[in-house]
């Protein structure tokens, strides 16, 4: 399986809140998302999701993918589902390396924003979407090098008005063929004031 791993399924969760994550054969988070279903609270709903997984090594990974939720009573983890697979040590196309997964940042506050790609004319952008998709803020990057894997970065600094919550940091470039969005890297990041 290649990063970012698309994940999707059902859940009859409370108020349609669940998490998926990805873990190593040690336990250690390497990536971690909170999803909401369609539906919940005695409904079953469905949800997709996908976990910015950045490949660490020259090897494969043997990691699991797990869907949960946590208890409204004690927060401990309940409903678990995993499942085992192998992670290619194959870089994606863009991945991001800083922010990761679960990162907190203030509204207003400074963001690095760092990754490698392999992209055309080293062109490539990065957007922060609300849970709705909406772009509230995008940034055009440029790599080191067009057409073989470099590295980008750039301290951006976010909208003092956003609103705390979750939001998707999207690193993606377009098709020189017809302009379309494509290879999208997405890790979720945390807004609290």
Request: with cysteine; net charge negative.
């Amino acid at each position: 399986m290649r990063s970012p791993i698309e994940l999707a399924g059902t859940a009859n969760t409370f108020e349609a809140q669940l998490l998926v994550d990805a873990v190593d054969e040690a336990g250690d988070f390497l990536c971690i998302r909170t999803v909401t279903a369609t539906s919940g609270s005695g409904t079953e709903g469905t949800w997709a999701a996908t976990l910015g997984v950045v490949p660490e090594s020259d090897s494969d990974l043997a990691i699991t993918l797990r869907a949960y939720e946590r208890s409204a009573k004690d927060g401990s983890i309940i409903n678990l589902v995993e499942r085992p697979v192998t992670l290619s040590a194959e870089h994606p196309t863009i991945f991001l390396t800083s922010p990761v997964c679960g990162d907190t940042v203030a509204p207003g506050g400074a963001l690095a924003v760092q990754g490698r790609a392999t992209v055309f004319e080293a062109a490539l952008t990065v957007e922060l979407r609300n849970a709705a998709g909406t772009v509230v803020f995008s940034r055009n990057l440029l790599t080191q090098e067009g057409g073989v894997e470099s590295g980008f970065g750039e301290i951006v600094t976010l909208p003092a008005d956003l609103p705390t919550g979750l939001y998707d940091l999207v690193a993606y470039n377009t098709s020189a063929k017809d302009g379309s969005i494509q290879n999208e890297f997405p890790v979720q990041v945390n807004v609290q004031g």
